[in-house]
């Protein structure tokens, strides 16, 4: 027989099954909420900041190993960096991290991106208001 | 850990019995059956002979058999044979919204060649109304096509009652049974069809063969152009070993049926009960008595269906979400939205097909296994909140 051919790497597949900072938080300083269910991913990034530095990061999310793989990693990725670092994080950044992504769930990464990024707006409009 | 097959409706192993009748098509019984000399006429009697055991397993005469390389071709065959060689008659065919891709994309490719395709809506339970059909109908209708059962839902359309609509109206009647064929009844005098997909790696026989159903003196184009195999409407060497293999599969399934029947229902009865007692939020899709022997199809609210297929793997038990051909696609089903589930609903889908080797032990582990994915699939979706 020859070698399987898994869909997902490893580390996907590690991040699937153990998937880091799952929940909601309590008085989150930032709330990104991104996706939409005809696209069958929905994903919500929660940010805690403390001078300028997110110092925690939670997650839920509804979707497939690769939604929930990348929401795992990117709050990863965005603890202790500075907003400005924060916003830095790109999609292809968390997809490296992660030892790739096949092609059609490319745009998992892109959700992540996109909700670490509406947190961090969400964050800097309540303290520009403070 | 053993690993628990129940994805039966994408594919099966194929039986011991049937890789040992093919095995000697391949290296000793080589010919062309187009050959002359005796080793030709060899295999060219191998062939007929299982055109033979195809045919009494579906109750037609032995040259209404035309071998393909599957169901996904016996559609098109079907489709397109019938739509090009009637286009002096009609330009309308009808088909239910919850077909097979090999028969909706055909559809759809006739689309952009002058066609018009009606595609009936169907029932919360996935069922065609035949009186729908009836009003669909025009003087320009020259074919209908309904699946004999849905691969994803399991749930048995009303083919007979459509049969004796469409021999009223003078319209050639399509149904693909690839799902069907070996597991319940298929008579094709009895569902009143002119022509009907077969595939032989559904019912424990090879991939890469099947066979369309053509109903003495239905109208239809050649599929393949270039020989005179299979009546010159299917040109092409026959896969010699993958046809006498399909014709031992459909031998030994009819003896087998009505035990199987029994068997698997009450298996695929225990898993439905189960599921729906150890899961809250959780719905049985297709109807819960016109349905396949093996099938069950489950929605479980609020995760999301890959999400689910990946930890059941991780517990080596392999099932579905959907039908396995549209499992790197991100679309939901688009059975289960024609069936007017949200999008939601439909992301969240579950397809077990049990099968000769799935035991009452399968089924109980499964029962084990999926409430605690479930649980902490659950724990990380928000969609769970906004519900509560």
């Given at each position: 027989m020859t070698k399987t051919q898994p869909l997902y790497s490893e580390k996907v597949m590690e991040h699937f099954n153990n998937p880091r900072n799952v ?17 069958g991913d929905?994903m ?15 997650f839920?999310t509804f979707g497939c190993g690769a939604a929930i793989a990348t929401s795992s990693m990117v709050t990863e990725m965005v603890k ?9 994080i790109l999609k292809r950044a968390v997809a490296e991290a992660l030892g790739g992504l096949p092609p059609i769930k490319m745009h998992c990464s892109s959700l992540a991106e996109e909700a670490l ?14 | 850990m ?302 999301e269906g890959e999400s689910m297929v990946l930890n059941l793997d991780l517990e080596s038990i392999c099932?579905s979400t ?5 499992s790197s696609s991100l ?42 994915i479930?649980?902490k699939l659950?724990?990380m ?8």
């Amino acid at each position: 027989m020859t070698k399987t051919q898994p869909l997902y790497s490893e580390k996907v597949m590690e991040h699937f099954n153990n998937p880091r900072n799952v929940g909601e938080m309590g008085n989150p300083d930032g709330i990104g909420h991104v996706g939409n269910p005809v696209c069958g991913d929905i994903m919500e990034l929660y940010i805690k900041v403390n001078n300028g530095t997110t110092v925690d990061s939670k997650f839920k999310t509804f979707g497939c190993g690769a939604a929930i793989a990348t929401s795992s990693m990117v709050t990863e990725m965005v603890k202790g960096k500075s907003i400005e670092e924060a916003l830095k994080i790109l999609k292809r950044a968390v997809a490296e991290a992660l030892g790739g992504l096949p092609p059609i769930k490319m745009h998992c990464s892109s959700l992540a991106e996109e909700a670490l990024k509406s947190a961090i707006e969400d964050y800097l409009s309540k303290s520009k208001g403070e | 850990m053993r690993r628990i097959y129940l994805d039966y409706a994408a594919t099966t192993p194929t039986r011991p019995e049937v890789v040992k009748a093919m095995l000697g098509y391949f290296t000793d019984a080589f010919g062309n059956p187009s050959s002359l000399y005796s080793c030709g006429q060899e295999t060219k009697g191998a062939v007929e002979e299982a055109r033979g055991k195809v045919a009494a397993l579906i109750g037609a005469r032995d040259e209404e058999i035309v071998f393909t390389s599957g169901g996904t071709e016996a559609d098109n065959f079907a489709i397109k044979g019938v739509a090009f060689a009637n286009e002096s008659k009609g330009n309308h065919i009808i088909t239910s919204s919850i077909e097979h891709h090999a028969v909706i994309e055909t559809c759809k490719f006739l689309e952009g060649r002058g066609f018009i395709v009606t595609y009936l809506p169907v029932d919360k339970y996935g069922l065609v109304d035949p009186d729908d059909i009836k009003q669909a109908i025009t003087g320009k209708t020259v074919l209908i096509s309904v699946m004999h059962a849905s691969n994803e839902i399991g749930t048995i359309e009303p083919i007979a009652e459509i049969g004796k609509i469409a021999r009223e109206a003078g319209a050639y009647f399509h149904t693909d049974a690839v799902q069907t064929l070996g597991h319940i009844p298929v008579d094709v005098n009895e569902l009143g069809v002119d022509l009907l997909s077969m595939s032989a790696h559904k019912l424990y026989g090879p991939k890469g063969v099947g066979a369309l159903y053509i109903r003495k003196c239905t109208g239809l184009v050649p599929f393949m152009h270039g020989g005179e195999q299979e009546r010159r409407r299917r040109a092409s060497t026959e896969n010699v070993p993958g046809i006498v293999g399909f014709g031992t599969a459909a031998e030994l399934a009819q003896p087998e049926m009505d035990g199987e029947t029994e068997r698997l229902t009450y298996l695929r009865d225990q898993l439905i009960k189960g599921l729906m007692e150890r899961i809250d939020h959780t719905h049985l899709n297709g109807h819960p008595l016109k349905r396949l022997p093996n099938n069950v199809n489950v929605s479980v609210n609020y995760v999301e269906g890959e999400s689910m297929v990946l930890n059941l793997d991780l517990e080596s038990i392999c099932v579905s979400t959907g039908s396995a051909c549209s499992s790197s696609s991100l679309e939901p089903s688009h059975v289960l939205l024609a069936m007017g589930f949200s999008p939601e609903q439909a992301h969240g889908s579950l397809r077990f097909s049990l099968g000769k080797w799935t035991t009452e032990e399968d089924i109980s582990r499964v029962l084990e296994v999926l409430p605690r994915i479930v649980a902490k699939l659950r724990a990380m979706s928000p969609l769970l909140k906004s519900h509560r």
